[in-house]
């Protein structure tokens, strides 16, 4: 098993869908990171900061899941950062309401001393400098270092992310964010540009439409889980990012046929994310739930054709 680094938001959420709206809730990417790979009970370590409102509880949430939380300031004297989204009918597109990034603002980044030698380094979505800080705090070059990021800091951070871009081995955008980067329309074409720009595997997320992972000449497509009801998007593409590191830091295999299966692992628990509001689901789920549901998954992929 290899030691996990994850990088994100523990923040508080606020969430209107077409099912309902919730005032300030528990989110942030490096929260619904952390529940996912906990799945794995994999020795992992958050670093984030919150501000003095933030509820002990919520931190205890992650720690009690074996997730170090050292690494998660605490300026008490602060707030934590809140964002406020609301869902179009097709829950695919979303308003952002309010941002108000707090104690996000000054975030500088500190690894634990214990935790800087992890061979798996998941950067959450934020500033490409302070993803960038965390790499420099690494004491060796990590085995694998995977990146999520988000069009917004296309828009206004490009030149700091592409540097960040060409330090890590794995990135993963949904399909609109390679699109941007890319300035190309064909996922295909996009993967290969991407390459160009330093990582050895692009992972394209498509949302319900499932997930598309790039490496060299090599594809490898998972189907989304059709799900009867989705009641909240919010956090699913930080879950999979968690289900995905931490398959790979549990089973200590970084090659491209293992990232097959933590695609799938990925897949499979952001399929849960989506079944209640903000990280409820995440945090009661069970094994056996996850376990049923790839069993699940395999019945839908896999089929016998004769070949003539």
Same mark, same amino acid.
């Given at each position: 098993?290899?030691?996990?680094?994850?990088?994100?938001?523990?923040?508080?959420?606020?969430?209107?869908?077409?099912?309902?709206?919730?005032?300030?809730?528990?989110?942030?990417?490096?929260?619904?990171?952390?529940?996912?790979?906990?799945?794995?009970?994999?020795?992992?370590?958050?670093?984030?900061?919150?501000?003095?409102?933030?509820?002990?509880?919520?931190?205890?949430?992650?720690?009690?899941?074996?997730?170090?939380?050292?690494?998660?300031?605490?300026?008490?004297?602060?707030?934590?950062?809140? #964002?406020?989204?609301?869902?179009?009918?097709?829950?695919?597109?979303?308003?952002?309401?309010?941002?108000?990034?707090?104690?996000?603002?000054?975030?500088?980044?500190?690894?634990?001393?214990?935790?800087?030698?992890?061979?798996?380094?998941?950067?959450?979505?934020?500033?490409?400098?302070?993803?960038?800080?965390?790499?420099?705090?690494?004491?060796?070059?990590?085995?694998?270092?995977?990146?999520?990021?988000?069009?917004? #800091?296309?828009?206004?951070?490009?030149?700091?992310?592409?540097?960040?871009?060409?330090?890590?081995?794995?990135?993963?955008?949904?399909?609109?964010?390679?699109?941007?980067?890319?300035?190309?329309?064909?996922?295909?074409?996009?993967?290969?540009?991407?390459?160009?720009?330093?990582?050895?595997?692009?992972?394209?997320?498509?949302?319900?439409?499932?997930?598309?992972?790039?490496?060299?000449?090599?594809?490898?497509?998972?189907?989304?889980?059709?799900?009867?009801?989705?009641?909240?998007?919010?956090?699913?593409?930080?879950?999979?990012?968690?289900?995905?590191?931490?398959?790979?830091?549990?089973?200590?295999?970084?090659?491209?046929?293992?990232?097959?299966?933590?695609?799938?692992?990925?897949?499979?628990?952001?399929?849960?994310?989506?079944?209640?509001?903000?990280?409820?689901?995440?945090?009661?789920?069970?094994?056996?739930?996850?376990?049923?549901?790839?069993?699940?998954?395999?019945?839908?992929?896999?089929?016998?054709?004769?070949?003539?």
């Amino acid at each position: 098993m290899s030691k996990l680094v994850i990088v994100g938001t523990v923040a508080f959420d606020a969430i209107e869908t077409p099912f309902g709206k919730t005032d300030k809730i528990l989110g942030g990417a490096a929260t619904y990171i952390g529940l996912a790979a906990s799945q794995f009970n994999v020795d992992a370590a958050a670093v984030s900061v919150v501000g003095g409102d933030f509820p002990q509880e919520y931190l205890n949430l992650l720690s009690e899941r074996n997730v170090d939380i050292s690494g998660v300031e605490i300026v008490k004297e602060g707030k934590t950062f809140f #964002w406020s989204g609301k869902y179009h009918n097709d829950m695919n597109t979303r308003d952002t309401l309010a941002t108000e990034l707090n104690v996000l603002a000054d975030f500088q980044p500190v690894v634990p001393t214990n935790y800087r030698d992890a061979k798996i380094v998941m950067l959450g979505n934020l500033h490409p400098l302070v993803q960038l800080s965390v790499l420099e705090q690494m004491e060796n070059k990590p085995e694998l270092v995977i990146l999520d990021t988000m069009n917004f #800091w296309m828009d206004c951070a490009l030149d700091d992310l592409l540097n960040v871009i060409k330090k890590v081995d794995v990135i993963t955008i949904n399909d609109e964010e390679a699109r941007q980067l890319t300035g190309e329309y064909s996922l295909v074409v996009a993967a290969r540009k991407i390459h160009d720009m330093g990582p050895k595997y692009v992972v394209i997320k498509k949302g319900e439409h499932g997930a598309l992972l790039f490496h060299n000449d090599k594809v490898f497509y998972a189907p989304a889980l059709p799900i009867e009801e989705v009641f909240d998007p919010t956090g699913a593409g930080d879950t999979f990012a968690g289900g995905f590191a931490g398959y790979l830091a549990k089973s200590d295999d970084v090659s491209f046929d293992n990232m097959k299966n933590a695609v799938i692992y990925g897949s499979t628990l952001a399929s849960f994310c989506v079944e209640k509001f903000g990280t409820e689901r995440m945090v009661n789920l069970k094994s056996s739930e996850v376990h049923q549901r790839l069993q699940q998954f395999k019945s839908l992929t896999q089929f016998d054709i004769e070949l003539t």
